[in-house]
């Protein structure tokens, strides 16, 4: 989930599994198992997940450097999110909405292809 899928989400599943395990190692894992599973994460998990991720990073490979100096941008932009009560009672927006937004933004290492940081607001 953190990948930067360029795929379908069956082809992730299988990439990694063989990543993990090799090539038929696991009993597939299809994309509605995945969705179903991830609706029972809560967002802490990712921001967790992330900083643990970008920590080891940059203890286990050297940093790429711009003149010496890291480079950094910063990207916003919109998101549509599930219509839930949770999000709606965490974003706002008309209860009869049919599709509530968020705001997003991220930190992003360029030279390195990592997001350092990100966030997420109504």
């Known amino acids: 989930m953190l ?17 993990i ?10 994309p509605a198992a995945v969705c179903k599973a991830r609706k029972n994460l809560r967002y802490p998990v990712f921001i967790d ?7 080891k990073f940059s203890t286990h490979f050297t940093l790429q450097r711009w003149h010496g100096f890291r480079l950094l941008a910063v990207d916003g932009s919109t998101c549509r999110l599930p ?3 949770d999000i709606t009672q965490t974003f706002g927006g ?4 049919s599709c509530l937004m968020a705001r ?7 030279m390195n292809k990592v997001i350092v940081r990100a966030h997420i607001e109504p």
């Open 3 to 19: 990948n930067f899928r360029k795929g379908t989400l069956q082809d992730e599943l299988l990439q990694y599994a063989e990543a």
């Open 21 to 30: 395990h090799g090539q038929d190692a696991v009993a597939p894992v299809t």
């Open 49 to 55: 997940l992330n900083q643990v991720v970008v920590k």
């Open 83 to 85: 219509n839930t009560k």
């Open 94 to 97: 008309p209860s009869d909405a």
């Open 104 to 110: 997003f933004s991220r930190l992003y290492d360029v």
